[in-house]
């Protein structure tokens, strides 16, 4: 049997939680960023879309093309509580879920079949889950790869499932323009349309020698993906050596307002999963890849080792912004990333949970010790209650 790997992605996830919480912002037009003059849309809902505002767009342009819209500030905290929420209900149908950020994260469901069903009913399942429970909308994409259940997310969107047959495979990939190929940079389009190749089907056709002179070690991982080979695996928190978050930008970022939402984003990311993982790290890495052409392109990475380990979104981010802070230059980012290793042996969670959340909150400007404790505990609590539903199924 093939793998089942499924992609579930929350729709407009922080604007629709702005009118789940904000019942006067039904229906109506939402962005969600700063409303400062070189402010950036962190989401944009549907509604905002139809007038051609979407994320990553200066807040002004889309103002322009969205006049009616309103305009909510980020609250991280919640989105961070509801992405538990989430992926709590994830949980029920896999143990091998793997997030990409607050609102994204793939499953294999590949031996989920005899408890839920194939695929198509999991991902319906799911689906019914999160809007009857959190009154959300999550579409999903799926395939026998990552990849092609991450193509497909965007095909069920908005509200959807997109499923694509092992045998359907090459049908599905070949026709692929590159722009829509996970992982294919501007760098790479580049090179490929000089080589005359424009889409997945015409790179299958290429020697993989030669994609690989060209293009360094991404060409033949692209060359097995045109022929739908993807074997990476969905991976499972408990092994890792490092935990990471990271996002691209659609457009280049240089405000560190908006790097920092998305900094605090993904050290949340994080710290959820060393949670569940019941696993505490003392070095912070920030990664960013600068924006444009030349050097700029490379990946740069910056760490740092905390005095005590931990699970603290607001310690991680903190830290993170410290190592943005201390760089020499601030250029215009394309992509941010945070990452946490360096883990002391296995211990049980619940135990050092408060003690060390409070030690490492001690002097959080962002917020007091015992505020950053309870959001760590209300999360946890989620974890809590689905280890006793596992039981309760169990029997
Ligand atoms: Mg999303």
């Known amino acids: 049997m093939a793998a089942a790997i499924l992609l579930a992605d929350m729709d407009a996830f922080f604007a629709s939680v702005e009118q789940l919480d904000d019942s006067t912002l039904a229906g109506r037009p939402v962005l969600v960023g700063g409303s400062g003059r070189r ?15 979407r994320s990553a767009m200066s807040m002004a342009e889309a103002r322009r093309r969205c006049p009616h819209a309103v305009v909510v500030p980020p609250r991280m905290k919640r989105y961070a509580e509801l992405s538990a929420r989430v992926r709590e209900i994830f949980y029920r149908f896999t143990p091998l879920v793997e997030p990409l950020s607050l609102d994204e994260a793939y499953l294999d469901v590949s031996d ?10 999991i991902a319906e399942a799911l689906r019914s889950a999160v809007r009857d429970e959190l009154s959300l909308a999550v579409s999903v994409g799926g395939g026998p790869g990552k990849t092609v259940a991450k193509i497909a997310s965007r095909r069920a969107k ?11 495979v090459l049908e599905f990939l070949q ?33 993989p020698g030669l994609l690989e002179k060209k293009l360094g070690k ?17 991976s499972n928190d408990r092994e ?3 935990y990471g978050s990271e996002n691209t930008f659609n457009d280049d970022v240089e405000q560190r307002e908006v790097i920092e939402a998305a900094v ?27 924006s444009g052409s030349g050097e700029g392109w490379r990946l740069v990475t910056r760490s740092r080792s905390l005095a005590v380990a931990t699970d603290d979104g607001a310690v991680i981010s903190r830290e993170a912004m410290r190592l943005w802070d201390d760089e020499p230059r601030h250029p215009p980012l ?15 969670p619940q135990l050092d949970l408060f003690g060390e959340a409070e030690v490492a909150a001690r002097d959080d400007v962002a917020g007091s010790a015992p505020s950053r404790t309870a959001l760590n505990s209300a999360l946890d609590d989620i974890s809590a209650r689905f280890g006793r539903g596992v039981l309760k199924r169990g029997a």
């Open 218 to 234: 991404s060409g033949p991982g692209l060359y097995d993906l045109a022929w739908g080979r993807d074997r990476r695996r969905v």
């Open 158 to 168: 908005p509200d959807g499932v997109f499923l694509v047959a092992a045998d359907e």
């Open 264 to 290: 605090i984003a993904h050290s949340e990311t994080v710290a959820w999963r060393l949670r569940r993982a019941g696993r505490c790290g003392v070095t912070v890495t920030l990664k960013y890849r600068p």
């Open 39 to 53: 402010a950036v849309v962190a989401a944009a809902n549907y509604e905002a879309r139809r007038s051609g505002a």
């Open 334 to 348: 394309r992509l941010v990333g945070v990452q946490l290793a360096g883990f002391e042996a296995e211990r049980a």
């Open 175 to 207: 026709p692929l323009r590159l722009r829509e190929v996970p992982g294919v940079g501007p760098v790479t389009e580049r090179k490929l349309h000089e080589m005359g190749v424009a889409t997945l089907g015409q790179l299958a056709e290429l020697d």
């Open 112 to 121: 989920s079949r005899r408890l839920h069903g194939g695929p198509l009913e």
């Open 240 to 242: 890792r050596s490092s």
